[in-house]
């Protein structure tokens, strides 16, 4: 009998230590796996490999403060070249074979488009840009045509216009010519970047588009050439953009050169020259300067002995960390759980998390509590709006010696008030 009972007390401890795993895993088939899908190579890949490295780093802190649902996560990465094509067969891969609950993807908005309409919205797959910022992103979820599953830690794209417009105004740059990316996103800058010109008082004289990973641009540039402009706006990833650039040099080109924000990368500046780039200037999105910011830097510098001030680091560590908090808020591991779950990390007025394993532990301690978190991470303190966009302070730089040098912040505050002095 009493055999019997130490049996019976066995199988119920058994039981309850299998039900309590059970319950933390909560349907999820450890480990749990999210997607990535990041240009690594080709001509965005000098900066993507590093932002690769800022997504790592984010499932390390996710795995070492508890991981999702008791499990911990494996981050399935995929190279999409920066080629749209690639990338939705890698997407479907991620999804279709490893069973990925959400993607982190991609880089050029080129190729976070097609994996939104061809994958992400149809299998209902949340999808996080680190740093696609086509407007058009916005209008298709504004027509419904995303499903509320795309979300980007990356502001839209009049940043990255408005911003080197007015510098050019108040450098007296009056007639400027453009080379630009063939893409939605190149398309919107030049519109954006036109209209805030005129708006200042100048004129863009040409603007030429290009298609990638072309060995020569001569024709694209005598065309940009002809205008005589007073200045040079490259809007190209670094690889096409450095071709671009001594080509326009050594035609005889203005070095009053205007630089979009991937190109503020050491690659660039080395395949260039610095002697060449003395006049040349830039903007960037960047980060709320905070703690957390500071903890996320020193970090990412621990790990990879590379500086996480380059272009969609921060942007990337908090597109994977929010996907890992929003996983543990939700009920389950579908996709539209994880969808509304993911603005409940920015809950006005929840416990503020930072940076880094020990707050990511804090915030599943207090979300098995039932409290409302507020994620602050690299990017500092940032709200999804009804169609998944951000807005964010941005930065001018420019080359001294053959380091890129930060200029000035400009708050968010103060973005708001430039974009509304240009939109009227």
């Not at 006005?348 to 804090?362: L, N, Y």
Request: hydrophobic share 45%; net charge negative.
């Amino acid at each position: 009998m009493n055999k019997t009972k130490g049996l019976m007390l066995a199988s119920l401890l058994a039981a309850t230590a299998f039900s309590t795993t059970s319950a933390m895993a909560q349907d999820a088939a450890c480990p749990v796996k999210i997607g990535g899908v990041l240009s690594l190579t080709g001509s965005m890949g000098a900066v993507g490999k590093a932002i690769g490295n800022s997504a790592q780093l984010a499932i390390a802190n996710i795995n070492e403060g508890g991981g999702i649902k008791g499990c911990q996560v494996e981050f399935v990465l995929r190279d999409d070249q920066g080629q749209p094509n690639v990338g939705v067969d890698a997407a479907k891969y991620l999804v279709d074979v490893e069973g990925v609950k959400a993607l982190s993807a991609s880089i050029g908005s080129g190729v976070t488009i097609p994996i939104l309409t061809s994958v992400s919205a149809p299998s209902q797959i949340p999808q996080i840009a680190c740093c696609s910022s086509a407007p058009v992103l916005t209008t298709m979820a504004q027509e419904g045509k995303t499903g509320g599953f795309f979300f980007r830690t990356f502001p839209v794209v009049k940043n990255l216009s408005y911003l080197p417009a007015k510098i050019a105004a108040d450098r007296g740059l009056k007639r400027i010519a453009m080379i630009y990316v063939n893409t939605d996103y190149g398309a919107s800058l030049v519109k954006d970047f036109t209209k805030a010109t005129e708006k200042f008082g100048g004129e863009v004289v040409k603007a030429v588009a290009f298609n990638e990973n072309q060995a020569s641009y001569r024709a694209e540039v005598s065309a940009a050439l002809a205008e005589k402009p007073d200045a040079m706006f490259i809007v190209a990833f670094p690889q096409d953009g450095a071709t671009i650039a001594r080509e326009w040099i050594s035609l005889g080109g203005t070095q009053e050169l205007i630089l979009n924000n991937a190109l503020r990368s050491p690659d660039f500046v080395k395949a260039v020259g610095a002697k060449y780039l003395t006049k040349a200037f830039g903007t960037d999105n960047t980060s709320t300067q905070s703690a957390t910011l500071d903890e996320f830097k020193a970090a990412f510098k621990s790990a990879y002995n590379i500086s996480a001030d380059g272009p969609g680091i921060s942007n990337e560590y908090d597109a994977v960390t929010i996907l890992g908090l929003a996983m543990n808020i939700a009920p389950d591991l579908s996709g539209p759980s994880i969808r509304d779950a993911i603005r409940k990390t920015q809950t006005s007025g929840g416990e503020v998390i930072g940076t880094g394993p020990a707050e990511f532990k804090k915030a599943l301690e207090l979300v098995k509590a039932g409290k409302p978190i507020k994620y602050v991470g690299a990017l500092g303190p940032i709200e999804f709006d009804v169609n998944g966009d951000i807005s964010g302070p941005a930065l001018t730089w420019h080359i001294e010696g053959e380091e890129l040098v930060i200029d000035k912040t400009i708050s968010a505050e103060d973005m708001a008030k430039l974009l509304a002095e240009i939109d009227g």
